[in-house]
Nanobody
Framework: QVQLVESGGGLVQAGGSLRLSCAAS????????MGWHRQAPGKQRELVAA??????NYADSVKGRFTISRDNAKNTVYLQMNSLKPEDTAKYYC????????????WGQGTQVTVSS
């Protein structure tokens, strides 16, 4: 059974930085996609950033501010978030998958990111 352990959320002032981490376990196969989605109150969950073996995908709203990376040896994905804005406030969910595409089948429980103005 795939398990995802997220860490790194918290409260930060606008303009600050946070780094999210997500360690995946439970699969004998290497995950094709690892990424982060977020959901703010009253809004739909949206893709923030995802990374495969050959490409990355970012939401337009975070391009130039967020950087996604992965360590395949550790089965861990990171999201470095810089120049945070109040509108980045949301619960961030780690997402991984074995199939092609930028959204996988497995979800973490989420970590809260709150950006104060």
């Amino acid at each position: 059974q795939v398990q995802l352990v997220e860490s790194g959320g918290g409260l930060v002032q606008a303009g600050g930085s946070l780094r999210l981490s997500c360690a995946a376990s439970g699969s004998i196969f290497r995950f094709n996609v690892m990424g982060w989605h977020r959901q703010a109150p009253g809004k739909q969950r949206e893709l923030v950033a995802a990374i495969t073996s050959g490409s990355t995908n970012y939401a337009d709203s975070v391009k130039g501010r967020f950087t996604i990376s992965r360590d395949n040896a550790k089965n861990t994905v990171y999201l470095q978030m810089n120049s945070l804005k109040p509108e980045d406030t949301a619960k961030y969910y780690c997402n991984v998958g074995l199939r092609r595409g930028y959204t996988g089948d497995y979800w973490g429980q989420g970590t809260q990111v709150t950006v104060s103005s």
